[in-house]
């Protein structure tokens, strides 16, 4: 009986967690198809900073600074003779620091 009530239990979350992501899936779809409708209504407001800001969590490509070695957005990099910095100060410490040959 013991073995029984452990199945039916488990069974019964199996269940549940199925539910689970199909309601989340479908929230999921019914943002997006949302987010698509408002899209093509508004797109004036989707050109500035939030699209900006949107396209940057996406997944922005990354790039390293040579000095310190923090990962930043391309976008707020420094570059310079293929190089990436954080900021300014980094791309003339690592200039001093190595010479051009
Ligand atoms: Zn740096």
Redesign the pocket.
Known sequence: MGKLLFWLALVALAFLAMKLVAISQRKREAAQREDAATGAQATTTRTGEGARRAGELAGEMMVQ?E??G?FLPASDAFVDGGHS???RA?RDAHRTRQPRR
């Open positions: 600074c000095h310190c923090v910095y954080c900021d980094h």
